[in-house]
T-cell receptor, first 111, second 117 residues
Framework: SQQGEEDPQALSIQEGENATMNCSYKTSINNLQWYRQNSGRGLVHLIL?????REKHSGRLRVTLDTSKKSSSLLITASRAADTASYFCATDRASGSRLTFGEGTQLTVNP | GAVVSQHPSWVICKSGTSVKIECRSL??????MFWYRQFPKQSLMLMATSNEGSKATYEQGVEKDKFLINHASLTLSTLTVTSAHPEDSSFYIC?????????????FGSGTQLSVL
């Protein structure tokens, strides 16, 4: 079964708007990470939030984690056309385990 | 941040030939590297975990003899697709954790698009 599932699968917004993507997972985790992938490229790490953290910020990114609901959200504020990419959440199932990636959200920011 | 270099970026080959993809950690030593396969608009599928100086650990359903992995040094892992067929056409990506811990931040190569004719 899929450990991390993002929704929506695709999101299209106008430049300047905020974009929110959600990730749900099934088992307990030690940390949850968000990655970005531009088309035809490798992934770039955005942010890591640990299970004892509830919120984390990095520039225009805000990540929340609700371990009781087994869910996380990634908020990109004041979006730019350059934010157009696929965004993946990744979770570990136990300490030291490999990451499992979700299906991703394809974000399109229209100029 | 750490840099992982993957080469080539794209390769076209004839059916039946073998293709080697290299993944190098440029500014850190990677005792572990991961190899993934990704189909268009889909997630990453972990194929194997490459361990420096020892055998790779393959995920269930991945053919070891088909996808040969060698991790001969702390900065280089290679994936060889042997006797490639059109169904092997895909985007292959490598990654490595700088700390050596599997669940920490991963640094990714830029990917290799393989097209088998």
């Amino acid at each position: 079964s899929q450990q991390g599932e993002e929704d929506p699968q695709a999101l299209s917004i106008q430049e300047g708007e905020n974009a929110t993507m959600n990730c749900s997972y099934k088992t307990s985790i030690n940390n949850l990470q968000w990655y970005r992938q531009n088309s035809g490229r490798g992934l770039v790490h955005l942010i890591l939030i640990r299970s004892n953290e509830r919120e984390k910020h990095s520039g225009r990114l805000r990540v929340t984690l609700d371990t009781s609901k087994k869910s996380s959200s990634l908020l990109i504020t004041a979006s730019r056309a350059a934010d157009t990419a696929s965004y993946f959440c990744a979770t570990d199932r136990a300490s030291g385990s490999r990451l499992t990636f979700g299906e991703g959200t394809q974000l399109t920011v229209n100029p | 941040g750490a840099v992982v270099s993957q080469h080539p970026s794209w390769v076209i080959c004839k059916s039946g030939t073998s293709v080697k993809i290299e993944c190098r950690s440029l500014d850190f030593q990677a005792t572990t590297m991961f190899w993934y396969r990704q189909f268009p608009k889909q997630s990453l599928m972990l194929m194997a975990t490459s361990n420096e100086g020892s055998k790779a650990t393959y995920e269930q359903g991945v053919e070891k003899d088909k996808f040969l992995i060698n991790h001969a040094s702390l900065t280089l892992s290679t994936l060889t697709v042997t006797s490639a067929h059109p169904e092997d056409s895909s985007f292959y990506i490598c990654s490595a954790p700088r700390t050596g811990r599997f669940n920490e931040k991963l640094f990714f190569g830029s990917g290799t698009q393989l097209s088998v004719l």
